[in-house]
């Protein structure tokens, strides 16, 4: 704490006797177990911020938290990642109030600061913002030497004050998830690069099959030199004893180089697709999945950027006939769009649903943003070729202003259609329609009143063998981010009967880190009721994940049923 808080120490911080060895100090030690594999178990990095908010404020007792990260490269205040009891609204004016004081103070020293401490010497307005959130103190988030971002904390729901130990776990907490969220910001980044050479080897293939002569001597001229040039570049970034200085120009022209290649592959498909030489390889799909698949892989990137990337399924499965890699081309000229056009903090979201209109089935995909929207009368010019809304060269967002327009044309080219909503200052809605036959069930998946089974088209729960003090569950198909919820709800109840679970995993034929997840939060919940719950059967590849990630440290895993019953004294 600083000098004042040292002389007049804060209700919010003030100390009390350190918690007894075996009783809040197993606690938090387990706090620290849970938040440390849960941090690793997702690519989102709002749904990290959400992790860290959760168990800190059960590890601290406290109601109301808010967690800002510093964009990089910007000089702007820390954006908003996750809040918890406290709205929106204010927790974004709190750091607007106070986001200078509250850097310069950080970077000075990294220990926790009370409000009065953020006001002290600055501007008295700060207080009254704080007290209508009900947040208490701040906790800089340190990573190497500077700051990553702000924690922010109420007092506890029990009206004593923090102890010199909780301060010290928060600290160490902030150290761990610091680290984390960071790795989930460079991870992502390398892992969008990956996706855009994927799609860039993609469309590199699709070049060579084009057969007009138009497209070959361009391809010819233009990108072949353009090709040598990024590979003599890249050569001789890789040569020893380069200056620093050397090295940034050189990646620097690398990456213009793939910018301009890029460019020019926009304009061949462009070119393909108005002169109608461009021909989709339709196939019947599931187009919920493919959605899915596209929105895994764009969600690490997306999230390193800063923007709160979700996706809504409103139906199990949608099937049509369709171009999975035309299909992914307009998605991706959506997304960038949305990204680029929307500031740091900003929402976006994709949809897939059924929709019906003048009678016919669509299948409709939707992504939908929060940003400064666009004024009605210059909503048609979106989808005009080479046309920026800001065509000024001093203006903020580049690119030749073909992306919406080639993805309207391959939407045409799909039997569908591409239209966009907007309002200033409410954001943006791009509609993307496929027709489609589509494929919905009359009630929820997972009802299971009168039958033996629950269900989703991916996981199958087999109904509840009561064994007296003991429950088994047998769990069959896909374990991952749609179906775990599930699992979990059907076990809540089970585990508020204060019954122990078995739980057979032997026909699980697949388990994402959404799964590994689920297992160790049902660990940690019957843990707290004082219950146990025991594995059985863990398929060869999940077995694998277990050990790898030395798991198996924390989950209790038997070969069979009998010997987990044994084990739980039957």
């Given at each position: 704490?600083?000098?004042?808080?040292?002389?007049?120490?804060?209700?919010?911080?003030?100390?009390?006797?350190?918690?007894?060895?075996?009783?809040?100090?197993?606690?938090?030690f387990?706090?620290?177990?849970?938040?440390?594999?849960?941090?690793?178990l997702?690519?989102?990095?709002?749904?990290?911020?959400?992790?860290?908010?959760?168990?800190?404020?059960?590890?601290?007792?406290t109601?109301?938290?808010?967690?800002?990260?510093?964009?990089?490269?910007?000089?702007?205040?820390?954006?908003?990642?996750?809040?918890?009891?406290?709205?929106?609204?204010?927790?974004?004016?709190?750091?607007?109030?106070?986001?200078?004081?509250?850097?310069?103070?950080?970077?000075?020293?990294?220990?926790?600061?009370?409000?009065?401490?953020?006001?002290?010497?600055?501007?008295?307005s700060?207080?009254?913002?704080?007290?209508?959130?009900?947040?208490?103190?701040?906790?800089?988030?340190?990573?190497?030497?500077?700051?990553?971002?702000?924690?922010?904390?109420?007092?506890?729901?029990?009206?004593?004050?923090?102890s010199?130990?909780?301060?010290?776990?928060?600290?160490?907490?902030?150290?761990?998830?610091g680290?984390?969220?960071?790795?989930?910001?460079?991870y992502?980044?390398?892992?969008?690069?990956?996706?855009e050479?994927r799609?860039?080897?993609?469309?590199?293939?699709?070049?060579?099959?084009?057969?007009?002569?138009?497209?070959?001597?361009?391809?010819?001229?233009?990108?072949?030199?353009l090709?040598?040039?990024?590979?003599?570049?890249?050569?001789?970034?890789?040569?020893?004893?380069?200056?620093?200085?050397?090295?940034?120009?050189?990646?620097?022209?690398?990456?213009?180089?793939?910018?301009?290649?890029?460019?020019?592959?926009?304009?061949?498909?462009?070119?393909?697709?108005?002169?109608?030489?461009?021909?989709?390889?339709?196939?019947t799909?599931?187009?919920?999945?493919?959605?899915?698949?596209?929105?895994?892989?764009?969600?690490?990137?997306?999230?390193?950027?800063?923007?709160?990337?979700?996706?809504?399924?409103?139906?199990?499965?949608?099937?049509?006939k369709?171009?999975?890699?035309?299909?992914?081309?307009?998605?991706?000229?959506?997304?960038?769009?949305?990204?680029?056009?929307?500031?740091?903090?900003?929402?976006?979201?994709?949809?897939?649903?059924?929709?019906t209109?003048?009678?016919?089935?669509w299948?409709?995909?939707?992504?939908?943003?929060?940003?400064?929207?666009?004024?009605?009368?210059?909503?048609?010019?979106?989808?005009?070729?080479?046309?920026?809304?800001?065509?000024?060269?001093?203006?903020?967002?580049?690119?030749?202003?073909?992306?919406?327009?080639?993805?309207?044309?391959?939407?045409?080219?799909?039997?569908?259609?591409?239209?966009?909503?907007?309002?200033?200052?409410?954001?943006?809605v791009?509609?993307?329609?496929?027709?489609?036959?589509?494929?919905?069930?009359?009630?929820?998946?997972d009802?299971?009143?009168?039958?033996?089974?629950?269900?989703?088209?991916?996981?199958?729960?087999?109904?509840?063998?009561?064994?007296?003090?003991?429950?088994?569950?047998?769990?069959?198909?896909?374990l991952?981010?749609?179906?775990?919820?599930?699992?979990?709800?059907?076990?809540?109840?089970?585990?508020?009967?204060?019954q122990?679970?078995?739980l057979?995993?032997?026909?699980?034929?697949?388990?994402?880190?959404?799964?590994?997840?689920?297992?160790?939060?049902?660990?940690?919940?019957?843990q707290?009721q004082?219950?146990?719950?025991?594995?059985?059967?863990?398929?060869?590849?999940?077995?694998?994940v277990?050990?790898?990630?030395?798991?198996?440290?924390?989950?209790?895993?038997?070969?069979?049923?009998?010997?987990?019953?044994t084990?739980?004294?039957?």
């Amino acid at each position: 704490m600083g000098d004042k808080a040292k002389k007049a120490p804060s209700e919010a911080t003030r100390t009390r006797p350190a918690s007894k060895a075996g009783d809040a100090g197993d606690a938090t030690f387990r706090a620290f177990l849970s938040m440390s594999h849960l941090l690793t178990l997702s690519l989102d990095l709002y749904h990290v911020a959400d992790n860290l908010l959760i168990n800190l404020m059960g590890q601290l007792r406290t109601e109301r938290a808010c967690l800002w990260l510093v964009p990089e490269g910007d000089d702007v205040a820390p954006v908003l990642l996750k809040c918890r009891g406290v709205d929106d609204a204010e927790a974004r004016l709190v750091m607007e109030a106070c986001a200078a004081r509250l850097m310069e103070r950080s970077r000075a020293r990294p220990n926790p600061l009370v409000v009065a401490d953020v006001a002290h010497g600055g501007d008295d307005s700060i207080l009254p913002v704080m007290e209508r959130s009900g947040l208490r103190f701040f906790a800089p988030i340190w990573v190497r030497g500077e700051v990553l971002g702000h924690l922010a904390l109420g007092e506890r729901s029990d009206g004593a004050p923090y102890s010199d130990t909780d301060v010290q776990a928060l600290q160490a907490s902030l150290a761990i998830a610091g680290v984390a969220m960071q790795n989930e910001r460079f991870y992502g980044r390398l892992l969008e690069r990956n996706r855009e050479l994927r799609i860039a080897n993609d469309r590199l293939k699709d070049l060579d099959q084009m057969k007009s002569e138009f497209i070959s001597n361009v391809n010819h001229e233009l990108r072949t030199p353009l090709t040598a040039i990024i590979a003599s570049l890249e050569c001789v970034a890789r040569v020893e004893n380069t200056p620093v200085h050397g090295q940034e120009l050189l990646q620097y022209a690398s990456g213009q180089s793939r910018k301009l290649l890029g460019m020019i592959e926009n304009l061949l498909t462009f070119s393909a697709a108005e002169d109608d030489s461009l021909r989709p390889n339709f196939a019947t799909g599931d187009l919920v999945a493919a959605v899915s698949d596209f929105y895994l892989e764009r969600l690490p990137g997306v999230s390193s950027e800063l923007r709160e990337f979700t996706c809504v399924r409103e139906a199990n499965m949608l099937t049509g006939k369709f171009d999975e890699q035309m299909l992914r081309q307009i998605l991706d000229a959506l997304i960038d769009n949305a990204v680029k056009f929307t500031a740091a903090g900003a929402r976006i979201q994709l949809r897939v649903r059924p929709a019906t209109e003048n009678g016919q089935e669509w299948i409709g995909v939707d992504v939908i943003d929060d940003g400064p929207g666009v004024p009605p009368e210059e909503l048609a010019a979106l989808f005009e070729p080479f046309r920026q809304l800001d065509g000024s060269m001093t203006r903020t967002v580049g690119g030749m202003g073909i992306g919406l327009s080639l993805a309207r044309r391959l939407a045409e080219g799909l039997g569908g259609r591409l239209t966009a909503k907007s309002e200033p200052g409410k954001g943006s809605v791009f509609t993307l329609l496929l027709p489609g036959a589509v494929q919905l069930t009359d009630e929820p998946a997972d009802i299971h009143e009168g039958r033996g089974l629950a269900m989703t088209n991916d996981l199958e729960i087999s109904s509840p063998e009561d064994r007296g003090g003991i429950v088994l569950l047998r769990v069959k198909g896909r374990l991952d981010v749609k179906t775990a919820p599930i699992l979990l709800q059907r076990v809540a109840a089970i585990q508020g009967n204060g019954q122990n679970l078995v739980l057979n995993l032997s026909e699980v034929t697949f388990m994402g880190s959404s799964g590994i997840g689920a297992l160790l939060v049902l660990v940690e919940q019957f843990q707290e009721q004082g219950g146990s719950v025991r594995f059985v059967s863990l398929p060869p590849a999940v077995d694998s994940v277990v050990k790898l990630l030395n798991l198996d440290r924390f989950l209790s895993i038997d070969l069979t049923e009998s010997d987990a019953l044994t084990a739980l004294g039957t």
